[in-house]
């Protein structure tokens, strides 16, 4: 989809970011090493994303960038993304096999063969891990969960906006369909005003996932079809290329389900999810008002507190 | 080397840290899900940490937990600790190969045949992206750098002190050999006054790393015989079975030769770290103090700010 203009734009904005020391280059597409300056950027959005789940009184959970492969397998991401996801493989073997893996690392061989698969894969987005955490039946108000992790997609890239490992911070809500759906539509008008805060040049859509394969168009089409997912978009490589930064999802009833999160009444819950992009937010921050965050709107760094 | 003694105290002090919902279990040995107040004892340590290396004029450099395969060949990592290595692997096929894939995960089957190596591997140490980013001619007083990161080891344990996925936060510093040895000197007092500053009842001894196999036991031999690692241990578990909680290592000029880090001399730069085991710390802090925060002494309380 991108044209070659918006790739040039692209790699002038990464460049840019580069050059003024704010990310780093690592050898590896979409793996960049962060400057204590953007870091603390990112850890600024963290803490404002945060600071309103407190406020609405969420549980504060936290997991390593891993999930249990079995929750993984059920959790259905592998029917839909296989391409983006990460398993973790370790060696297994003796002095003979180890002998054959450094040799192959000699040769510029692939040393794959000694390594299976471990009992866990990477984490694909934060609210993963959450799921089996809420097994059983829930209270009465239902839960509310707020999560943060990195997260990994194999989607190697020249495009800065789509690393490889980001931090996601995510508000989780899981309980009676009615419930779910007002807490959504609060995070609907929410979710726009918290990119207006930042003075961002947002713009709310119906969105869809990447889903794999020719079936996949089908499941991309439904899932705009039923609104299961909505976008803020905000420009960070040029204006005509918006990248998503927050994206707010109805699951139904899906991880309930899979998961057994039942309500009072013994019907599986509805759950869903709004996600902050935290690196995207930086990213969108730094387009928007320029490198040096002294000169940001005095209401931008007042949000952020800086 | 555990005895079952060990082993059912082990057991008994996670039993205490799950019971009082710090830890939360994922059905993974060594992958735990943290409480609000977990973490929140875990970043105060980090910050902790950080502000020392604030004071010293550290660099802050920040990675997500990834690292690019060729650097992790060249390091060495897979020459002494191939075991506890972590891979990642993706995905790589059509539509058919998808479907074998969901065929055996249907079967409960095993689906790493579909998914080859990628570009990446987990970081098994805070420092370990640092040195490519070295790469070149240090300046005249060489480079202290600050970094943190979560790290992967493969090593399922029951041992909560012992977790698959868990952060680090590394001090590093590259330059002429004598100034690395004084810097290395300086932390070497540094460390244990460090942990006498959250009165844990730690201890200084010279140590080894796990090193694979039998020409493993003579690397850890050498090791030993020169000093090439320090640890400062604490009890985690139980009074009997220290645990290490910061580490300090002498890698003279393996990184400098393998990165092209060189000096102003053109010489291959000397490096040592110090890293600090950010959940173990917090472990040895419960384990020492007790599980309710408002209780621990107030030095304590002063030094992480709580």
Chains 1, 2 share one sequence.
């Not at 000694?114 to 866990?120: F, L, Q, R």
């Not at 005003?193 to 859509?205: G, I, P, S, V």
Request: charged residues 25%.
């Amino acid at each position: 989809m991108a044209t070659l203009a918006t790739d040039l734009a692209r790699r002038a904005f990464g460049e840019e970011l580069i050059d003024a020391g704010l990310l780093m280059r690592t050898g590896v597409p979409g793996v960049f090493g962060r400057s204590a300056a953007f870091e603390d950027t990112v850890e600024r959005v963290d803490r404002l994303v945060g600071s309103i789940a407190a406020r609405d009184g969420a549980e504060v959970l936290r997991f390593p960038p891993l999930l249990n492969r079995a929750h993984f397998e059920r959790s259905g991401y592998l029917e839909s993304f296989p391409h983006l996801a990460g398993a973790i493989h370790s060696f297994a073997g003796g002095e003979r096999a180890h002998r054959d893996l450094l040799d192959a690392v000699a040769r510029g061989g692939d040393w794959s063969a000694a390594c299976p698969s471990t009992d866990v894969v990477l984490t694909p987005a934060a609210c993963y891990p959450v799921y089996p955490a809420l097994t059983g039946t829930l209270p009465k108000a239902g839960r509310l969960v707020d999560v943060m992790s990195y997260c990994f997609r194999h989607e190697p890239s020249d495009d800065l906006a789509r690393m490889q490992m980001f931090r996601m911070h995510e508000h989780v809500r899981a309980g009676d369909p009615d419930k779910v759906a007002a807490w959504r539509d609060l995070w609907l008008t929410r979710a726009q005003e918290f990119a207006a805060t930042l003075q961002l040049d947002a713009r709310c859509e119906v969105a869809s996932d990447q889903f794999f394969g020719r079936t996949g168009q089908l499941l991309a089409d439904n899932q705009r079809q039923s609104r299961l997912k909505l976008e803020i978009l905000a420009p960070i490589a040029r204006e005509d290329a918006l990248t998503a930064i927050i994206s707010l999802n109805d699951h139904r009833d899906h991880f309930g389900q899979l998961f057994g999160i039942t309500t009072a009444d013994g019907a599986a819950a509805h759950t869903s999810c709004i996600g902050f992009g935290l690196e995207r937010i930086a990213l969108a921050l730094y387009r928007e008002h320029g490198l040096d965050r002294s000169e940001w709107p005095s209401q931008v760094r007042g949000a952020l507190d800086l």
